[in-house]
């Protein structure tokens, strides 16, 4: 199947001056407040959606992981060019969480778990793979440790309650350094991280560890400025991560930041390309009995040569033996032999025994008419699919009926009457 993008990204906080009609651009994180706004500032969302959609349309982007939101609200809405948010925040501060999906995958969420306040997960169901994807924001530096450790403890339930067999892809602010180099935490982490690790990058290893994830960001060799996620004030970190089960990193083929794709100087995009493998469960046969094909006996030849065949192994003789069980074998044997056996494969229930020339024609031209129409996608060519599609339709009613009259006509006759004996007492013997 094709290839899913992930993108981790933090939008500017955009507030909206009703005296001078100008923008102020203020802190780190996203501000669409949806309390105590104007049109204008519903204005301003809306053009930061546009930028979103623009943005994920451009990077081939599918799913995207956007934090420090201040939405406060949990609902879902359409952003344009089929683009749809799912958001989520307590209060007015700048902890809200958002996934937004791409229209082909808005149709596969099967659930939606929001957590108090900072993390928020989708379950999608894509060709039979269930992937659940995260977003969440720890807390910064200056804050309490509490609140930290509330913070790793609801992200541990939310991964927890998912089953082991599903796939699951964190995008979030992490808010700490994992630092260059792995020495010790070779099975969670590359060595490519940025600069040295902190407390919060050791919280970052350790929930890792006992969840048995991966930092994607740190297996790819990049230039290091294609591994910083934050350049300010003439300082880069890296602290915008996205973790999958290290058992899928097969099916990770890159992971880079973006430089340059963004709606905010400080923050930069972190892009994830994942191809979910699919296995399909290969049905299993279900062994049915061959069978002797005494409808063949309906025909004059095969009844001849069945007669021959059975008076050859009966040894010519006039009176059969006394041994009806050595009889019978000796039947059933000649018959599998002279009339043939079938498959024992499971075939499709398709009626077909009314099939004439004029209904073989006509699916004929049809099928030739669908490869035509593949091959050179002309309005010519889809019109004289459909006209022959519409044929096959009539020719089929047409030799349904005439079958079917033929067969009630014959059951009335002597000679009919004994067809289906014979077919009965046939397959009695089976």
């Given at each position: 199947?094709?290839?899913?993008?992930?993108?981790?990204?933090?939008?500017?906080?955009?507030?909206?001056?009703?005296?001078?009609?100008?923008?102020?651009?203020?802190?780190?994180?996203?501000?669409?407040?949806?309390?105590e706004?104007?049109?204008?500032?519903?204005?301003?969302?809306?053009?930061?959606?546009?930028?979103?959609?623009?943005?994920?349309?451009?990077?081939?982007?599918?799913?995207?992981?956007?934090?420090?939101?201040?939405?406060?609200?949990?609902?879902?809405r359409?952003?344009?060019?089929?683009?749809?948010?799912?958001?989520?925040?307590?209060?007015?501060?700048?902890n809200g969480?958002?996934?937004?999906?791409?229209?082909?995958?808005?149709?596969?969420?099967?659930?939606?778990?929001?957590?108090?306040?900072?993390?928020?997960?989708?379950?999608?169901?894509?060709?039979?793979?269930?992937?659940?994807?995260?977003?969440?924001?720890?807390?910064?530096?200056?804050?309490?440790?509490?609140?930290?450790?509330?913070?790793?403890?609801?992200?541990?339930?939310?991964?927890?309650?998912?089953?082991?067999?599903?796939?699951?892809?964190?995008?979030?602010?992490?808010?700490?350094?994992?630092?260059?180099?792995n020495?010790?935490?070779?099975?969670?982490?590359?060595?490519?991280?940025?600069?040295?690790?902190?407390?919060?990058?050791?919280?970052?290893?350790?929930?890792?560890?006992?969840?048995?994830?991966?930092?994607?960001?740190?297996?790819?060799?990049?230039?290091?400025?294609?591994?910083?996620?934050?350049?300010?004030?003439?300082?880069?970190?890296?602290?915008?991560?996205?973790?999958?089960?290290?058992?899928?990193?097969?099916?990770?083929?890159?992971?880079?930041?973006?430089?340059?794709?963004?709606?905010?100087?400080?923050?930069?995009?972190?892009?994830?390309?994942?191809?979910?493998?699919?296995f399909?469960?290969?049905?299993?046969?279900?062994?049915?009995?061959?069978?002797t094909?005494?409808w063949?006996?309906?025909?004059?030849e095969?009844?001849?040569?069945?007669?021959?065949?059975?008076?050859?192994?009966?040894?010519?003789?006039?009176?059969?033996?006394?041994?009806?069980?050595?009889?019978?074998?000796?039947?059933?044997?000649?018959?599998?032999?002279?009339?043939?056996?079938?498959?024992?494969?499971?075939?499709?229930?398709?009626?077909?025994?009314?099939?004439?020339?004029?209904?073989?024609?006509?699916?004929?031209?049809?099928?030739?008419?669908?490869?035509?129409?593949?091959?050179?996608?002309?309005?010519?060519?889809?019109q004289?699919y459909?006209?022959l599609?519409?044929?096959?339709?009539?020719?089929?009613?047409?030799?349904?009926?005439?079958?079917?009259?033929?067969?009630?006509?014959?059951?009335?006759?002597?000679?009919g009457?004994?067809?289906?004996?014979?077919?009965?007492?046939?397959?009695?013997?089976?």
């Open positions: 199947m094709g290839d899913i993008c992930f993108m981790y990204n933090e939008i500017v906080n955009v507030l909206y001056d009703c005296n001078s009609g100008t923008y102020n651009c203020r802190g780190n994180g996203s501000d669409f407040q949806s309390s706004i104007s049109d204008a500032v519903a204005l301003t969302v809306s053009g930061k959606g546009r930028e979103l959609t623009v943005m994920m349309e451009r990077s081939k982007v599918d799913i995207l992981c956007v934090q420090e939101t201040r939405w406060k609200s949990s609902k879902a359409r952003i344009g060019a089929g683009f749809k948010l799912f958001y989520y925040s307590v209060d007015s501060k700048r969480v958002v996934v937004v999906l791409k229209e082909e995958f808005v149709r596969n969420v099967l659930e939606v778990k929001r957590v108090p306040d900072r993390v928020m997960s989708l379950k999608l169901a894509i060709e039979g793979v269930m992937l659940n994807v995260v977003s969440g924001y720890a807390p910064q530096i200056g804050c309490e440790l509490e609140e930290k450790e509330r913070f790793w403890s609801e992200l541990d339930e939310v991964i927890e309650s998912i089953p082991t067999g599903e796939r699951v892809v964190i995008g979030a602010d992490f808010n700490g350094h994992v630092g260059e180099g020495r010790g935490d070779e099975e969670v982490m590359g060595k490519f991280g940025v600069k040295e690790r902190n407390l919060e990058g050791q919280m970052v290893v350790d929930f890792s560890k006992s969840m048995d994830m991966a930092v994607v960001n740190t297996y790819f060799q990049k230039r290091e400025e294609h591994r910083v996620t934050c350049k300010s004030g003439g300082r880069s970190t890296q602290v915008d991560y996205i973790l999958c089960r290290r058992g899928d990193l097969k099916e990770i083929s890159d992971c880079k930041v973006v430089v340059g794709e963004s709606v905010t100087r400080e923050y930069r995009m972190v892009v994830c390309r994942m191809t979910l493998m699919v399909k469960k290969k049905r299993s046969k279900i062994e049915i009995e061959k069978k094909k005494w063949k006996l309906k025909k004059e095969c009844c001849e040569e069945f007669r021959q065949k059975l008076k050859q192994a009966l040894g010519a003789q006039v009176v059969l033996p006394d041994d009806w069980e050595t009889t019978a074998e000796v039947i059933r044997e000649t018959g599998r032999k002279v009339l043939g056996v079938s498959s024992g494969r499971r075939k499709e229930d398709k009626e077909t025994w009314w099939w004439n020339e004029e209904v073989q024609y006509s699916i004929q031209r049809k099928r030739l008419a669908k490869k035509k129409w593949d091959m050179d996608r002309t309005e010519e060519n889809r004289e459909k006209e599609q519409c044929r096959v339709k009539i020719e089929v009613s047409k030799a349904k009926q005439k079958a079917y009259d033929e067969l009630y006509t014959s059951l009335n006759t002597r000679e009457q004994k067809d289906l004996y014979r077919w009965q007492q046939g397959e009695a013997c089976v």
